[in-house]
């Protein structure tokens, strides 16, 4: 190979041009013939003197033989001493494995040169000794470190221009082999077509087989999540459970709640891909809302000890249509990545609203006594920030930034959801933020307002104390293969006295509904001899078949599934695991049953009613307390300042009890704070966590 013909000659030319200007160092690039084809800042002491004259010029091919004889002995750098008194320095150039160049540097000392040697030799060979003298001055001294440190770069530098020459000589190999076979690319493209439409129906193939998998890990998770959920519900409505108790099971509960929304995510993940994503709007409480992220996050943060803060607007409207499962998930990667790319510093998230317009709306989405407005969340770090180049790139999916920690390092795919969700949902999501000085996450959202009016009526319901007087005596059935789970429907339904029977199968069910002739049946889908689909068909296709409402209770997540079971004559469908309420309000829709429930006085209520003296007149400590834990939306912490307070002042523990049950933390801390005024008390509050 020609050493000429691989490399771009010029561009080395400007770099060795530039490694001069730095170093005052010499260079030269020569082929194996002995052909200069750059040489740079050559010394004069060499150009108009050694070179010059023949006797010296002798000398000076000899140390050029000399370095190149030891590479060509496989040395991979050679460092010789000119008889002409200076130091050169030679490394090999190497395309593959063939040696086809030579990379020089030299014409300088390591120590300052012995003037009386070069005295004699231009005494010897009749050079102008002024002159020579002079050109010996201009001469650099280098250390052997900083030789060590030139003879690294040269290395680097003469694999660099092997591997450029093995590229080039490479990618011409590939030209001619394309040349080669320019005749057969119509065949080469028929082949690969055929070859992509195969690798398409492997990937439908695999997607389908992801889709089952997925579902079926869906439903075998959801089982056992709905006896967890179910139960732990049951014993919070139980009135012989301590305070302490109820605090666990909350916990219990928020935790399975949120182990549901991953297995929602991972279906969501396969329903985004496949173009299915659609949206769940239902009424959604801000407020609760807000407690569940500070209670989820703030436990992340604490075992990173960083600091969390939750802001929220007094202006904030406490019940919205939206698809809370999406808001949720969006919100909880935002914070979640926050948290987990912030080393050191906090996590800040603010949430605000603006009122918005009816005509910036379709008017016919929004509900009578309604409003509109546009949600607004702000995700603040204190991390590793965001460069502008990425600020758009980061939302596409599998992308994940190059600087962040390998421990760090996630899917890709978080982003990238949350922008399909914003934008489903009518939304806008941009990233902020400069590298050093942390992140920001900026989310608006539309969404409905509901006035106090327009809540759903067992929205506003405390707790289902019974059936209503003058009503048919029902008769419920009962099929469910899990023990538990059939256990779990017993124990929510008996306290309200329906006639109760079991089914541990779809065949017993159908032989139970023709003696039995039951008025609705909790049917679940996958049970064995028989499984809940056949059974309906079968149910319905017999003589009572018409009077019987069966409620299918699966834990199939998809759509298509639901589809299915409606299609196979369920009346509804109800997915594990599920709340109290829908087995309660099932039984109110389908069969009319009506039921009596406890009434609370409301918040505004109580709230309007606290004694403003009996705040006022609080141990300042415990006035402390309740107001640092308001402060930090800390709903346990709130919890636990009431029940101190009910030591001293029971009656106003009830009262305060009541409104923060409705989570009216910013109407209490207004009131404290006022009832401070009124005392001439000026408490600091902490807002680190």
């Not at 997925?214 to 139960?231: C, D, I, K, Q, Y």
């Not at 399909?420 to 942390?438: D, F």
């Not at 009656?651 to 209490?668: I, K, T």
């Given at each position: 190979?020609?050493?000429?013909?691989?490399?771009?000659?010029?561009?080395?030319?400007?770099?060795?041009?530039?490694?001069?200007?730095?170093?005052?160092?010499?260079t030269?690039?020569?082929?194996?013939?002995?052909?200069?084809?750059?040489?740079?800042?050559?010394?004069?002491?060499?150009?108009?003197?050694?070179?010059?004259?023949?006797k010296?010029?002798?000398?000076?091919?000899?140390?050029?033989?000399v370095?190149?004889?030891?590479?060509?002995?496989?040395?991979?750098?050679?460092?010789?001493?000119?008889?002409?008194?200076?130091?050169?320095?030679?490394?090999p150039?190497?395309?593959?494995?063939?040696?086809v160049?030579?990379?020089?540097?030299?014409?300088?000392?390591?120590?300052?040169?012995?003037?009386?040697?070069?005295?004699?030799?231009a005494?010897?060979?009749?050079?102008?000794?002024?002159?020579?003298?002079?050109?010996?001055n201009?001469?650099?001294?280098?250390?052997?470190?900083?030789?060590?440190?030139?003879?690294?770069?040269?290395?680097?530098?003469?694999?660099?221009?092997?591997e450029?020459?093995?590229?080039?000589?490479?990618?011409?190999?590939?030209?001619?082999e394309?040349?080669?076979?320019?005749?057969?690319?119509e065949?080469?493209?028929?082949?690969?077509t055929?070859?992509?439409?195969?690798?398409?129906?492997?990937?439908?193939?695999?997607?389908r087989?992801?889709?089952?998998?997925?579902?079926?890990?869906?439903?075998?998770?959801?089982?056992?999540?709905?006896?967890?959920?179910?139960f732990?519900?049951l014993?919070?409505?139980?009135?012989?459970?301590?305070?302490?108790?109820?605090?666990?099971?909350?916990i219990?509960?928020?935790?399975?709640?949120?182990?549901?929304?991953?297995?929602?995510?991972?279906?969501d993940?396969?329903?985004i891909?496949?173009?299915?994503?659609?949206?769940?709007?239902?009424?959604?409480?801000?407020?609760?809302?807000?407690?569940?992220?500070?209670?989820?996050?703030?436990?992340?943060?604490?075992?990173?000890e960083?600091?969390?803060?939750?802001?929220q607007?007094?202006?904030?409207?406490?019940?919205?249509?939206?698809?809370?499962?999406?808001?949720?998930?969006?919100?909880?990667?935002?914070?979640?990545?926050?948290?987990?790319?912030?080393?050191?510093?906090?996590?800040?998230?603010?949430?605000?609203?603006?009122?918005?317009?009816?005509?910036?709306?379709?008017?016919?989405?929004?509900?009578?006594?309604?409003?509109?407005?546009?949600?607004r969340?702000?995700?603040?770090d204190?991390?590793?920030?965001?460069?502008?180049?990425?600020?758009?790139?980061?939302?596409?999916?599998?992308?994940?930034?190059?600087?962040?920690?390998?421990?760090?390092?996630?899917?890709g795919?978080?982003?990238?959801?949350?922008?399909?969700y914003?934008?489903?949902?009518?939304?806008?999501?941009?990233?902020?933020?400069?590298?050093?000085?942390?992140a920001?996450?900026?989310?608006?959202?539309?969404?409905?307002?509901?006035?106090?009016?327009?809540?759903?009526?067992?929205?506003?319901?405390?707790?289902?104390?019974?059936l209503?007087?003058?009503?048919?005596h029902?008769?419920?059935?009962?099929?469910?293969?899990?023990?538990?789970?059939?256990?779990?429907?017993?124990?929510?339904l008996?306290?309200?006295?329906?006639?109760?029977?079991?089914?541990?199968?779809?065949?017993?069910?159908?032989?139970?509904?023709?003696?039995?002739?039951?008025?609705?049946?909790?049917?679940?889908?996958?049970?064995?001899?028989m499984?809940?689909?056949?059974?309906?068909?079968?149910?319905k296709g017999?003589?009572?078949?018409?009077?019987?409402?069966?409620?299918?209770?699966t834990?199939?997540a998809?759509e298509?599934?639901?589809?299915?079971?409606?299609?196979?004559?369920?009346?509804?469908?109800?997915?594990?695991?599920?709340?109290?309420?829908?087995?309660?309000?099932?039984l109110?829709?389908?069969?009319?049953?009506?039921?009596?429930?406890?009434?609370?006085?409301?918040?505004?209520?109580v709230?309007?009613?606290?004694?403003?003296?009996?705040?006022?007149?609080?141990p300042?400590?415990?006035?402390?307390?309740?107001?640092?834990?308001?402060?930090?939306?800390?709903?346990?912490?709130?919890?636990?300042?009431?029940?101190?307070?009910?030591?001293r002042?029971?009656?106003?523990?009830d009262?305060?009890?009541?409104?923060?049950?409705?989570?009216?933390?910013?109407?209490?801390?207004?009131?404290?704070?006022?009832?401070?005024?009124?005392?001439?008390?000026e408490?600091?509050?902490?807002?680190?966590?």
């Amino acid at each position: 190979m020609k050493f000429i013909e691989l490399v771009d000659i010029s561009e080395l030319r400007e770099l060795c041009n530039s490694f001069t200007a730095l170093t005052d160092a010499a260079t030269a690039i020569l082929d194996l013939e002995g052909n200069i084809l750059i040489a740079t800042g050559w010394k004069d002491i060499c150009t108009r003197f050694h070179r010059v004259n023949p006797k010296t010029a002798c000398r000076c091919l000899e140390s050029d033989t000399v370095l190149a004889g030891q590479l060509k002995r496989g040395e991979p750098y050679n460092v010789y001493q000119c008889k002409n008194g200076l130091i050169d320095v030679a490394v090999p150039i190497t395309v593959g494995d063939e040696h086809v160049a030579n990379f020089f540097t030299g014409q300088f000392f390591f120590e300052p040169p012995d003037r009386d040697y070069f005295i004699h030799q231009a005494e010897e060979f009749g050079f102008d000794k002024t002159a020579y003298l002079d050109a010996l001055n201009r001469v650099p001294v280098f250390t052997e470190d900083q030789v060590k440190a030139m003879m690294n770069f040269f290395s680097r530098l003469a694999r660099l221009i092997g591997e450029m020459g093995l590229a080039r000589k490479r990618l011409e190999e590939v030209n001619m082999e394309l040349r080669k076979h320019q005749g057969h690319l119509e065949e080469l493209v028929r082949e690969r077509t055929a070859g992509l439409v195969k690798a398409q129906k492997k990937a439908e193939t695999a997607n389908r087989a992801k889709s089952v998998f997925l579902a079926n890990m869906s439903h075998e998770l959801r089982t056992p999540l709905n006896a967890v959920l179910g139960f732990s519900r049951l014993m919070q409505n139980d009135r012989q459970a301590t305070a302490e108790q109820k605090e666990y099971l909350t916990i219990i509960n928020r935790s399975g709640e949120h182990l549901l929304n991953l297995i929602n995510n991972v279906l969501d993940i396969s329903k985004i891909e496949a173009g299915h994503v659609t949206l769940e709007e239902s009424p959604l409480d801000l407020y609760q809302l807000a407690q569940e992220l500070k209670s989820l996050m703030y436990a992340r943060a604490f075992e990173k000890e960083l600091g969390f803060t939750l802001e929220q607007s007094p202006d904030l409207p406490r019940q919205v249509v939206v698809d809370g499962g999406k808001l949720r998930q969006i919100l909880i990667n935002l914070i979640g990545n926050a948290i987990k790319y912030t080393a050191q510093g906090r996590v800040t998230v603010k949430i605000d609203a603006e009122q918005l317009q009816i005509d910036e709306w379709k008017k016919d989405a929004v509900p009578d006594q309604a409003t509109l407005c546009k949600l607004r969340f702000s995700i603040g770090d204190t991390g590793p920030g965001i460069r502008v180049e990425d600020r758009e790139r980061i939302f596409l999916p599998f992308v994940q930034l190059e600087d962040r920690p390998s421990t760090e390092v996630g899917t890709g795919l978080g982003l990238a959801i949350c922008k399909q969700y914003v934008e489903l949902m009518g939304g806008t999501i941009r990233a902020a933020g400069e590298p050093g000085r942390g992140a920001v996450f900026h989310v608006a959202l539309p969404v409905v307002v509901l006035s106090s009016e327009a809540i759903p009526a067992e929205a506003r319901h405390s707790r289902v104390l019974g059936l209503a007087e003058g009503q048919p005596h029902y008769r419920l059935l009962i099929a469910e293969d899990q023990p538990e789970n059939r256990l779990l429907l017993r124990r929510l339904l008996e306290p309200f006295g329906f006639e109760l029977r079991e089914a541990v199968n779809g065949q017993e069910a159908v032989d139970i509904a023709a003696q039995w002739r039951p008025h609705l049946i909790w049917m679940d889908i996958r049970m064995p001899f028989m499984d809940g689909l056949e059974a309906t068909r079968q149910i319905k296709g017999g003589e009572a078949g018409a009077q019987i409402k069966v409620i299918a209770i699966t834990a199939h997540a998809l759509e298509e599934e639901r589809r299915a079971i409606l299609a196979a004559g369920c009346d509804d469908c109800i997915r594990k695991p599920y709340k109290d309420v829908e087995i309660l309000d099932t039984l109110a829709n389908h069969l009319g049953v009506r039921f009596t429930y406890a009434e609370e006085t409301s918040s505004v209520a109580v709230a309007s009613s606290l004694n403003m003296a009996a705040l006022t007149g609080m141990p300042g400590e415990l006035r402390h307390d309740l107001e640092h834990a308001l402060v930090r939306l800390d709903s346990s912490a709130v919890h636990r300042a009431i029940e101190a307070i009910r030591v001293r002042q029971p009656a106003l523990a009830d009262a305060l009890a009541a409104v923060a049950r409705d989570l009216q933390f910013g109407q209490m801390l207004r009131m404290l704070r006022a009832a401070q005024n009124d005392a001439g008390k000026e408490d600091e509050i902490c807002l680190k966590p």
